[in-house]
C-alpha cells in the first residue's frame, strides 16, 4: 500500500474574502514510483496573496492547487536525487508530491534555515527585490512608500531600500506592526492606515514627494501616493490586495490617475517571473545581506495541512507579520 | 499713441466645464518699442485642453493668458527680425506681443499652410508622434487604440500608427466624426462612444487585445482598454479630459486597474516638452508624410478674440474636429 497523503482542494470560486468552505482537504494514497521519479515530502508550503487570483479561474474546481513548497526527498528511484535531498518545488498545498526531478531544485539546509527558501531567498525576495530596483528603478538615497509593509514582500522592500541609502515609509494595518517597522526593520517612518490618514501620514514624512511607490493594497493608499509622487516618479505594481476580493461591488479605483499626466509618472505591473533573468545577482545579493546582518524577517507559521485554508484567509485579515508558511512536517 | 489690442483674461477660475463668464477681454494699449524689441501681431491662436489644467492654479486671475501663437512681425527695432517675418510663440490668448526675439521661432509660410505650426507641425503634432513612439514604444504592426480620435492629437496618433502598420480603432463622440475617422484617415474600426460600448467595440475590433493604448478622456474608455491590454501592453497617458471639469464629485478611477499586474501592464503619464529631443526627428518625418500625402488634418476655427473663450469651451463639448484655433487676423 503507498504513503497516505493529504491535499487542498479548490471546492468553490471564493467570492469576496475566501472561507473555510471554499476548500477541502482530501486523503489520498500515492502511487508507487515509477524508475526517475522520486517522492517528495513537503515541509513547508507556502500562501501568497496572488493566489487568490488563480482561485478565481486558473485552479481546477475539486482538484488540488499548487504553489511555492519546500521538502524532502523520502523515496528515490532517481539517481539525481538521495533519500535526504532538500528541493523547492512548486507543488505545494500536499504533504507529499510525485516528480521526475524536472520540477525540483535541491536547496542547502546549511546556508539557510529551510524556511527562508520560500520567503526573503525565494519568492517574496525576488519579488522585493526586483519590483524595487527593476521595476521601480530605484535609484540610491531616493524616497520610498511601501504599502503593506510588514508583509514578507513589503518588510524586504523597505529593508532594500534603505541598505540603498533612502528614505523609507510603510504601512501596516495594526500600531504593533507599525512600531516593529521602525523599530526592527529602520523605516523611517510607518502608519497604521486603519487609523490614520495616508495623505497626512506620507505628506508629513516625505514633504519632498515619493520617488518609488511599491503598491501592494490598492484603494485609498494609492490615491494617497498618488498625490505624493514626485515629477517622473514610479509605481511599482506588485498586488492590491484589498481590491482582490471585491464581490459584485467592486471599488472603484482612484480618482486622482490624471495626476500621472503632468508629473509624468509611471506605474506598471509585475509578476516574479519577470525578474528570474536577475536571479543569480539576487541571490548574491541577498546572501550578502544576510551575512552582514542587513536583512531581519519574520515568519507567521500555521501547523498542519488543516490549517492552510485558515493560513491562507489570515493573508487578507493581516493575521501575519511577514511570510506566512503551514509547516507540514518536521525537517 | 500705441497699437490697441485686446486680450483675454481669467476672471474666475472655473468649476467643472469652463463658461463665457470666466473670461474676459479686456483692450489694452502696447508700449513703444524699446532698442532690440519687435511688435508681432498674432495671426492663430491655439486653444487645448491642458490649459484647463493651467486655469486651477497657474494663470493668475485677472491677467492675459498664454498658449501657442502664430504671428507676424509688424513692427521691428531688433535685427534679427524684419517686418512680414512670421514667427510661432508662446503668447497667446492675445492680438498683439511685444518681445525682445528670444521667444520667437521664425516659421516659413511656403512649407506649409501657418496654422500647421500650431497644429500637425507644432506641439499637438509632436505630442501624437513623441506619445505613440516614444512613452508608448510602438512597434511595427502592433494594436493601437486611440480616445478622442478626432481630436489634433488624436487623428494624428491614428494615422502615424497606420503608417507603422499597426491595426487602429479610435473613438469618437458623433457617427459624423466616426465616419471621418474610418473614411478620411484609415483608421480600421470606429466607434461613438456616447453610444457604443467601449468594452464590447474594441473586443470585436481587437480580438487579439491593444498592445498600445493612447489615453486622452479617462473614465468608462480607459476601463474598457484596461480590459483588452495585451502582455506587456502600454498605456500613454496624454490627457483624461473627461475628468478635467469634474467639480466636487470627481469621477472615481478605473475599478479595474489590478488588471495591470498579471498582464504586465505600463501606464505612463507625458506632457509634450518631454520630446524636445525628438523634435528634429519629429519635424523630418511628418514633413516627409505630409509631403507624401499620407497625413491629413482638420482645423477647427473661430474668428476673432472675442470668440477665444467660446472656442476653449468647444473642446469640452466637442465642437471641434481637429485642431481647434482662434483666427485673429488676416494673414
Not at 163 to 189: M, N, P, Q
Not at 311 to 328: D, H, P, R, T, Y
Request: charged content about 20%; proline content about 5%.
Amino acid at each position: 500500500m503507498g504513503t497516505i497523503s493529504h491535499e487542498v482542494r479548490l471546492k468553490a470560486r471564493p467570492e469576496g474574502v475566501p472561507k473555510s468552505s471554499d476548500f477541502e482537504v482530501a486523503e489520498v494514497e500515492m502511487s508507487p514510483l515509477s524508475e526517475g521519479q522520486v517522492l517528495v515530502q513537503n515541509i513547508y508550503m507556502s500562501v501568497d496573496p496572488y493566489m487568490r487570483g488563480r482561485m478565481r479561474e486558473d485552479f481546477k474546481l475539486g482538484e488540488v492547487m499548487d504553489g511555492g513548497a519546500l521538502g524532502k526527498v523520502v523515496e528515490s528511484a532517481n539517481s539525481q536525487f538521495a533519500v535526504g535531498d532538500y528541493v523547492s518545488h512548486w507543488k505545494g498545498w500536499r504533504e507529499h508530491t510525485i516528480s521526475d526531478g524536472s520540477d525540483l531544485a535541491k536547496v542547502d539546509p546549511e546556508l539557510a534555515p529551510l524556511s527562508a527558501y520560500l520567503g526573503i531567498l525565494g519568492m517574496p525576495g525576488l519579488t522585493a527585490y526586483g519590483g524595487l530596483l527593476v521595476t521601480g528603478e530605484l535609484k540610491d538615497g531616493e524616497s520610498v512608500f511601501v504599502s503593506a509593509a510588514s508583509g514578507a514582500v513589503g518588510s524586504l522592500v523597505g529593508q532594500i531600500a534603505k541598505i540603498k541609502g533612502c528614505k523609507v515609509v510603510g504601512s501596516a494595518g495594526s500600531d504593533a506592526k507599525v512600531a516593529h517597522l521602525i523599530e526592527a526593520f529602520g523605516f523611517d517612518h510607518a502608519f497604521n492606515y486603519k487609523t490614520a490618514n495616508p495623505k497626512d501620514e506620507i505628506a508629513k514624512a516625505l514633504p519632498d514627494g515619493i520617488d518609488v511607490y511599491f503598491e501592494n493594497v490598492g484603494g485609498p493608499q494609492l490615491e494617497a501616493a498618488l498625490d505624493h509622487m514626485n515629477i517622473r516618479g514610479r509605481i511599482a505594481l506588485c498586488g492590491m490586495i484589498s481590491m482582490y476580493n471585491n464581490g459584485p461591488t467592486i471599488a472603484p479605483g482612484p480618482k486622482n490617475l490624471s495626476a500621472m499626466i503632468y508629473k509624468r509618472v509611471m506605474m506598471r505591473g509585475f509578476v516574479t517571473p519577470d525578474f528570474f533573468d536577475v536571479q543569480t545577482q539576487f541571490r548574491q545579493d541577498m546572501s550578502q545581506w544576510m551575512k552582514e546582518g542587513k536583512i531581519k524577517y519574520q515568519e507567521t507559521v500555521f501547523e498542519g495541512i488543516n490549517n492552510a485554508p485558515e493560513a491562507f484567509i489570515g493573508l487578507f485579515s493581516g493575521g501575519n507579520e511577514g511570510k506566512m508558511l503551514v509547516k507540514l512536517a518536521e525537517q
